[in-house]
């Protein structure tokens, strides 16, 4: 096999674990895989079935549904000795949800999308479900995902809004211009606002977290309902999540903390 065939094929195994991974807690189909990944069916199931002699991935006998494997989660144990920072996290996510009364986040940068890795509800009863645990928005959606995109460089700002069409599925509000427009306004407040965008009513605000090297690595964010979000409540709850992520950034700066 060619290098470019081992490289398309990787891919298309990158591409069918990322999706499952978005759907591990209620599994997913062949089918729903391969709507997700843009795959045919038959190449995603003979993906599966060899990923499953692997370990990689399992199927529930009595619903036919796919779920990620033992493999992975072994490989992943020790991944997270190097990459893992959701222990330092939790805290902050604590706080912001006691604090608050909102769910509370925190997201990793990967690739050129956000994977939310933590939430912890707060004591107010409505809630919004848009972020969960292994949902993945590309940059630029999600208050998550802008507020990392904010604070890249602007040539890759550019590079990534020039070789990117978020609004064939999250439509004209995330067109260039608008999204350019929405990190101007991050950058001038330091925390992402999402006014509804995904969800009608359910709103969300983030703030970045960065890396040793000073780059966005990491998110913070809140979501709730609209009135929850009112705007002379926006600036108590930016100034949250600002002061959370400083402070894991300096906790994430300090030498062995990983």
Same mark, same amino acid.
């Given at each position: 096999?060619?290098?470019?065939?081992? $490289?398309?094929?990787?891919?298309?195994?990158?591409?069918? %674990?990322?999706?499952?991974? +978005?759907?591990?807690?209620?599994?997913? +189909?062949?089918?729903?895989?391969?709507? $997700?990944?843009?795959?045919?069916?038959?190449?995603?199931?003979?993906?599966?079935?060899?990923?499953?002699?692997?370990?990689?991935?399992?199927?529930?006998?009595?619903?036919?549904?796919?779920?990620?494997?033992?493999?992975?989660?072994?490989?992943?144990?020790?991944?997270?000795?190097?990459?893992?920072?959701?222990?330092?996290?939790?805290?902050?996510?604590?706080?912001?949800?006691?604090?608050?009364?909102?769910? +509370?986040?925190?997201?990793?940068?990967?690739? +050129?999308?956000?994977?939310?890795?933590?939430?912890?509800?707060?004591?107010?009863?409505?809630?919004?479900?848009?972020?969960?645990?292994?949902? &993945?928005?590309?940059?630029?959606?999600?208050?998550?995902?802008?507020?990392?995109?904010?604070?890249?460089?602007? $040539?890759?700002?550019?590079?990534?809004?020039?070789?990117?069409?978020?609004?064939?599925?999250?439509?004209?509000?995330?067109?260039?211009?608008?999204?350019?427009?929405?990190?101007?306004?991050?950058?001038?407040?330091?925390?992402?606002?999402?006014? #509804?965008?995904?969800?009608? *009513?359910?709103? *969300?605000?983030?703030?970045?977290?960065?890396?040793?090297?000073?780059?966005?690595?990491?998110?913070?964010? /809140?979501? *709730?309902?609209?009135?929850?979000?009112?705007?002379?409540?926006?600036?108590? /709850? #930016?100034?949250? %999540?600002?002061?959370?992520?400083?402070?894991?950034? &300096?906790?994430?700066?300090?030498?062995?903390?990983?």
């Amino acid at each position: 096999m060619s290098t470019s065939s081992n $490289a398309h094929l990787v891919g298309r195994v990158g591409a069918v %674990l990322r999706a499952l991974s +978005a759907t591990n807690e209620t599994g997913a +189909a062949t089918s729903d895989l391969a709507r $997700a990944t843009d795959l045919p069916r038959p190449t995603v199931h003979r993906l599966l079935s060899s990923l499953a002699e692997e370990g990689f991935v399992d199927r529930d006998r009595r619903t036919g549904r796919w779920f990620l494997g033992p493999e992975l989660y072994l490989l992943g144990q020790t991944a997270g000795t190097r990459y893992d920072v959701t222990h330092h996290a939790r805290e902050s996510v604590h706080r912001l949800a006691a604090k608050t009364g909102e769910s +509370a986040f925190f997201s990793a940068l990967r690739g +050129a999308e956000t994977v939310c890795l933590l939430r912890e509800d707060g004591d107010f009863p409505i809630r919004s479900f848009v972020l969960y645990e292994g949902a &993945r928005f590309p940059l630029g959606v999600v208050s998550a995902g802008l507020v990392i995109l904010a604070f890249l460089d602007d $040539a890759e700002i550019d590079a990534y809004l020039d070789s990117t069409d978020l609004t064939t599925r999250w439509g004209p509000s995330h067109s260039p211009e608008a999204i350019r427009e929405r990190i101007a306004r991050t950058r001038r407040e330091g925390y992402a606002v999402n006014p #509804g965008l995904i969800v009608e *009513g359910s709103w *969300g605000m983030a703030a970045a977290v960065f890396d040793r090297e000073g780059h966005p690595a990491w998110a913070l964010t /809140l979501t *709730g309902i609209e009135p929850r979000f009112r705007p002379d409540r926006q600036p108590e /709850l #930016g100034a949250l %999540l600002l002061h959370e992520a400083h402070t894991l950034t &300096r906790t994430l700066d300090t030498p062995g903390t990983r």
